[in-house]
C-alpha cells in the first residue's frame, strides 16, 4: 500500500504520518522566518508576548475563554484570528499547560512526565489577555464572570472550556491513601509517576485496575494501563506470580462493540481478569486492601489485598458550572450537541469534558470540536444561522502494550468513523507511533494554535497527504 504525499510516496503509513507532520511544521517555520528577516530588514522588534493580570477593576471582553486546557487555548488562538487578540482573554490559574493523554504512557515508565507539560505562557496565544485567576461565579444574566480574587468581567460571548471535576475524596480513605506506596493514579499529575513506583516495585500478588461509577473522561485510560502492567511483568519475568484484576462499574469491557471483541480476546490471551459492576468505594493503604461494591446486588462488598492499586477516580462537572443557570439537571453545560452553542443563552457556547456532549470525553473529541464551534460563533456573530453539524466524533487510542495500540474512533450512535483504509479493531504498531509521537507533536504544534482540528482530526491528518 502507497500512501501519496505531494509529490512523493510512502511506502509505509508511519513514514506517511511522520512526513505529513514534518512538511506542515517546515512550512510554519519557514514562513516565521521569513517575517523574522522582514522585520529584522525593516528595524522592527519582535516580541512574541500576551498580556497577563491577577486582578483589576471591571474588565470587558467581546470574547470571554473559560478556561486554559486543550479546548480553552485552542479556541483563543482560533477567536483571536477572528477578531483580534485584544478582544480575547482567557481565564485560567495554572502556571503549567498539561498533555494529559500521554500520562497513560508515564504511569507506564514510557514517558516522563516532564514531557507532558509546558508553561501556560508558552502555549497562552500571544497578545491574548491572560487572567490568572479562578473563575468563581457566571451570571448569563448579566454576562459576568467573577473571579476568586476579585475581578469582574463582562463580556459579549462566552466559550466555557472547564474541563471536569476529579473526585479522589468521593471514595473512603482517598486522597491521604497516596501518601503509601503501590498506589497511583494516571489522572492527576501528583499522583501519576507513583502509578510507575508501583509497578516497577511490584513483588507478587494482587495488581488491581478500577473504574468508576461516574461519567470519566478519557474511559480506555483505566484499562489501559492494566495492558502495560501486565506488559511490563511479563518483561520483568513476574508475571508468573501476579494476579492481574480489573474491576469495574460498567456492564461492558468497552462500549463499543466492534473494539470491545477485540478487547476480550486480548484479556483472555493474557489471563486478565475482568470483574463487571464492581465499583471501588475504599482504600485502606495501610493495609492493602480495597473495597468494591457489588452494583447488581446492593449492600455486598467485596474486600480485595493489592500489590498494586490503580485508582480511576469519580468525575462529575465543574462546580462553578453545577452552581451556574448554565447547567443541565446534572450540573454539565447545557449545550446544542449539532453546533455546541448553549440551549438558552446564544451568546455562550461549550467544549470539552465540561459539556453534556452525549460523546465520549477525550482530546480526540475536543479536536474535533474546535472546528465546529469556530465555524459556528462565525455564524453568530454574522446573525446567522449555525450550519455546521457535530456528529459526535471521538477517539480512544487503546493502548495494549508498550508497542500496539487499537485506535478506536467512533460517533453519537457508538458507530465506528474510521480514518485509515485497514481494520483499526487489530492492535498495530503504527497506532503507537501515533499515540506516542505523533499526537503529542501535533498537539503543541497545531490544536494549541488553533491549526489543526476539525471533524476526525485523525482523518484529517491522513487526507492532508492523500491530497
Not at 348 to 376: E, H, M, S, W, Y
Request: hydrophobic share 35%; charged share 20%.
Amino acid at each position: 500500500m502507497k500512501f501519496k504525499g505531494g509529490n512523493c510516496k510512502f511506502t509505509s503509513v508511519r513514514r506517511f504520518l511522520e512526513a505529513v507532520a514534518e512538511q506542515r511544521w517546515s512550512r510554519n517555520r519557514m514562513a516565521a522566518l521569513r517575517r523574522l528577516r522582514q522585520c529584522h530588514s525593516t528595524g522592527i522588534a519582535i516580541s512574541n508576548f500576551h498580556t497577563s493580570s491577577r486582578a483589576s477593576a471591571k474588565q470587558h471582553y467581546k470574547m470571554l475563554v473559560l478556561g486554559g486546557g486543550s479546548g480553552g487555548i485552542s479556541m483563543s488562538a482560533r477567536m483571536k484570528r477572528m477578531m483580534g487578540a485584544e478582544n480575547v482573554a482567557v481565564v485560567e490559574p495554572s502556571e503549567m499547560h498539561y498533555y494529559q493523554p500521554i500520562w497513560t504512557l508515564v504511569g507506564a515508565g514510557a514517558k516522563t512526565v516532564a514531557s507532558s507539560g509546558r508553561p501556560t505562557a508558552s502555549v497562552m496565544p500571544s497578545g491574548v489577555k491572560w487572567v490568572k485567576s479562578k473563575v468563581q461565579e457566571i451570571n448569563p444574566d448579566k454576562n459576568i464572570v467573577c473571579t476568586d480574587d476579585g475581578t469582574e468581567i463582562s463580556y459579549e460571548y462566552l466559550i466555557v472550556a472547564l474541563g471536569l471535576q476529579l473526585h479522589y475524596e468521593r471514595i473512603k480513605g482517598l486522597p491521604e491513601g497516596f501518601e503509601h506506596p503501590k498506589i497511583g493514579s494516571n489522572y492527576s499529575v501528583q499522583t501519576v509517576e507513583k502509578t510507575w513506583k508501583a509497578l516497577q516495585n511490584f513483588k507478587e500478588g494482587n495488581a488491581v485496575f478500577t473504574f468508576p461509577n461516574t461519567p470519566v473522561k478519557c474511559a480506555g485510560a483505566p484499562q489501559k494501563i492494566m495492558y502495560l502492567s501486565d506488559a511490563f511483568l511479563r518483561k520483568t519475568g513476574k508475571r508468573a506470580k501476579a494476579n492481574i484484576i480489573y474491576n469495574t462499574s460498567l456492564p461492558v469491557l468497552f462500549g463499543i462493540k466492534k473494539y470491545a471483541d477485540t478487547l476480550w480476546d486480548i484479556v483472555k490471551h493474557r489471563d486478565l481478569q475482568v470483574n463487571l459492576r464492581q465499583n471501588l468505594i475504599e482504600v485502606r493503604a495501610d493495609k492493602q486492601e480495597a473495597v468494591f461494591e457489588n452494583l447488581d446486588k446492593p449492600g455486598e462488598t467485596k474486600v480485595i489485598e493489592y500489590e498494586m492499586l490503580h485508582v480511576t477516580p469519580p468525575m462529575g462537572p465543574s462546580l462553578v458550572i453545577k452552581g451556574s443557570p448554565l447547567a443541565d439537571e446534572a450540573g454539565w453545560l447545557d449545550v446544542n450537541k449539532d453546533n455546541l452553542q448553549h440551549k438558552r443563552y446564544p451568546n455562550v457556547f461549550g467544549i470539552g469534558d465540561c459539556t453534556n456532549l452525549p460523546t465520549a470525553k477525550t482530546g480526540a473529541a475536543v479536536a474535533a470540536q474546535t472546528a465546529i464551534l469556530n465555524r459556528t460563533i462565525s455564524k453568530v456573530l454574522k446573525n446567522e444561522k449555525p450550519d455546521k453539524i457535530y456528529d459526535g466524533y471521538t477517539s480512544c487510542p487503546l493502548v495494549t502494550s508498550y508497542n500496539t495500540v487499537i485506535l478506536a474512533e467512533f460517533d453519537y450512535n457508538g458507530q465506528p468513523l474510521e480514518t485509515f483504509p485497514i481494520n483499526q479493531a487489530k492492535e498495530r504498531r503504527l497506532m503507537y507511533h501515533m499515540k506516542a509521537d505523533v499526537m503529542p507533536h501535533l498537539y503543541w504544534h497545531g490544536l494549541l494554535r488553533g491549526l489543526w482540528g476539525g471533524p476526525g482530526p485523525y482523518r484529517k491528518l491522513f487526507h492532508l497527504g492523500m491530497k
